[in-house]
């Protein structure tokens, strides 16, 4: 049985998936979850504890590799990669003679960050879908970087420094090492360059990768996390700003005037509803739990597509088996 209350519980266990309240023990599937509070112990891959290593320093902290089984009680288990973001992975739990796959972010997508998806054919699975709307079947990153370049191009033609707000940890990097490798000086700030550090530990490299400087802004394009009322951001004359963002057409508007932003890029990393739908129909479970802001509408579509999902959108409690 599970339960679903800010986080999914497996009844009979003391372990929970991404957990956002404190629990005894939960399973993080990537640094980029959002806000939690730190349960009292934590599993996840080395890469994300060390990306979260700050919050949960109060956590007594395991660290399981990728497709290494291991037991946790009575419980199987096995941390596969979800081709999201560095560390980034799917637990396979095996109980009562079944197995049950979450899934949390996934990326069918190759990334220049992250290690590709592994998908596994699982009877029981719970989707993470904050996709799972036909708005979010996003363009290829390809093109998107196509489009930023050119805004980048533009601006410094102009006379203008180029400064791009982006999500961190995930988006920010990967957008980083892409623009270093088409050629860009990156003029990073200090909270972003950070985990840039801290990917570059991985293994990952990174080219035109610099600190930010306020007088040293010729000829390069800045990237700064998103958010309002930064004071370095502030100090950068002449800026043109754009944001880098997982979004949908219908929201760019509202997306320019909070930030401040000539322009909307939607660069994602998380698969889109496109995507979501592809994983379901590659894994082929028996039955399809889904979390994450369009769960509902999501299911109905799966429901169509001769799938038995159930969209989990308020505390609640399931018999799987």
Not at 41 to 65: D, F, G, W
Not at 71 to 95: F, W
Not at 166 to 178: H, N, S, Y
Not at 303 to 312: S, T
């Amino acid at each position: 049985m599970i339960e679903f209350d800010r986080g999914i519980h497996l009844r009979g266990t003391s372990l929970w998936f991404d957990s956002v309240k404190k629990s005894k023990f939960s399973f993080i599937s990537n640094a980029n979850i959002g806000k939690f509070s730190p349960s009292e112990k934590v599993i996840a891959t080395p890469e994300t504890l060390r990306l979260i290593e700050k919050k949960i320093k109060n956590s007594v902290a395991l660290a399981c590799p990728y497709n290494r089984p291991f037991t946790i009680g009575s419980v199987e288990a096995e941390l596969i990669p979800s081709g999201y973001m560095p560390g980034a992975a799917q637990i396979e739990i095996k109980t009562a003679g079944r197995s049950i796959l979450y899934t949390g972010d996934i990326s069918l997508k190759r990334s220049l960050t992250a290690e590709p998806i592994r998908i596994k054919g699982c009877p029981m699975v719970i989707l993470k879908c904050e996709n799972g709307a036909p708005k979010y079947d996003f363009p290829r990153a390809e093109d998107v970087m196509e489009s930023i370049s050119e805004f980048i191009i533009d601006t410094l033609t102009a006379g203008s420094v180029p400064v791009l707000l982006v999500q961190t940890p995930g988006i920010a990097e990967d957008l980083i090492k892409r623009l270093g490798e088409a050629g860009h000086t990156v003029s990073v700030h200090r909270s972003i360059l950070a985990t840039v550090r801290i990917y570059q530990e991985f293994g990952i490299g990174f080219k035109g990768c610099e600190p930010f400087g306020p007088n040293r802004t010729e000829g390069r394009v800045a990237v700064f996390p998103l958010r309002k009322g930064s004071k370095a951001l502030n100090a950068i004359r002449n800026r043109k700003v754009a944001v880098v963002t997982e979004a949908s057409p219908d929201e760019y508007s509202g997306i320019k005037t909070l930030y401040g932003a000539g322009a909307v890029f939607p660069l994602s990393l998380r698969a889109g509803y496109g995507d979501l739908i592809k994983f379901a129909e590659a894994v082929r479970p028996e039955k399809i739990f889904l979390i994450g802001a369009h769960g509902g509408d999501f299911a109905r579509i799966l429901r169509k597509k001769g799938f038995e999902a159930v969209p989990l959108e308020k505390p609640t409690q399931l018999k799987l088996f």
